[in-house]
């Protein structure tokens, strides 16, 4: 009798972790096109209040499958969202701590391959080789680990310990740009022109390269995903004195419509944003 209590239990405790999961499972595709409906806002206060609980959410139903990619991209691409939209300005260091939370998340799709996994943990060389292997199907976690880390890395320069992840994030995004161009309207391109813009020449930046991954970024998103415009004005414009080129690049963002891009009108709201602030500072700038 006490065996066959303990064999029923069983099977009631793993029948309910099974449905748990299902329950997860099927949530998260909903959260999928919760998270899309949350991407058209437009208001970017309303969207300021609403994210940190959903986010938050989203984390309570990873703890039921942790291994859940939909729920770990989610979560990489919105806390990465969040910081870029609120807290770069205002609080870097919050910024940055964020940007890591994005990170992590992303870098836990990564590991959930054996060979991804050993390759975060080797040397830079290491990560080429393996993501030589790879191809579309890794782009969105190798994408998201690597816009968190760069947008860390970029907020933290003056620490040795973060520069030196800069070329890893480097090469993932090159990897995305190679295998999955047109991911999130070419925003590998947006990250790596940004990457070379930035940089002076002597550190490795290269303003003809980042002026070539910008048009295409452009070219990929036809235009409508402003946030290119911005980084294009913060970066290649700046580091080359272009102050025409950076007064066309915000008034284009300024003047668009966020109608342009319905389902991603709160990334083109959070450019506007940027674009007064960058307009504002373009004394200090040239």
Not at 195 to 206: C, D, E, K, S
């Amino acid at each position: 009798m006490k065996i066959t209590l303990f064999f029923c239990c069983a099977a009631l405790l793993a029948f309910s972790g099974c449905i748990r999961t299902l329950a997860v499972s099927a949530v998260g595709g909903i959260a999928d096109d919760g998270f899309e409906a949350f991407t058209s806002e437009s208001d970017l206060d309303f969207a300021e209040q609403a994210l940190p609980g959903n986010l938050k959410l989203l984390e309570v139903m990873l703890k039921s499958d942790p291994d859940n990619e939909r729920l770990l991209r989610l979560l990489s691409q919105g806390y990465a969202s969040y910081a870029l939209a609120y807290l770069e300005e205002k609080d870097d260091v919050r910024a940055r701590d964020f940007y890591v939370r994005a990170r992590d998340f992303g870098y836990r799709i990564m590991r959930r391959d054996a060979g991804l996994a050993k390759a975060l943990a080797g040397s830079l060389d290491d990560l080429k080789a393996e993501l030589a292997k790879r191809g579309k199907d890794d782009a969105p976690g190798v994408f998201w680990s690597a816009f968190g880390l760069g947008s860390y890395v970029q907020l933290a320069l003056t620490e040795p310990s973060a520069l030196a992840e800069l070329p890893k994030a480097e090469a993932m995004m090159e990897f995305v740009a190679r295998v999955d161009s047109e991911y999130y309207y070419g925003g590998a391109h947006l990250f790596l022109g940004a990457l070379a813009g930035m940089r002076p020449q002597m550190l490795g930046g290269n303003p003809e390269k980042s002026r070539a991954h910008f048009e295409t970024a452009i070219r990929l998103s036809g235009g409508k995903f402003l946030l290119t415009y911005v980084y294009y004005a913060r970066s290649y414009a700046v580091q080359t004195q272009n102050e025409a080129l950076f007064t066309e690049l915000l008034t284009k963002v300024r003047d668009a419509s966020l109608e342009i891009l319905p389902e991603f009108r709160l990334a083109n709201a959070i450019a506007k944003k940027k674009a007064a602030i960058l307009l504002a500072k373009k004394s200090d700038l040239f």
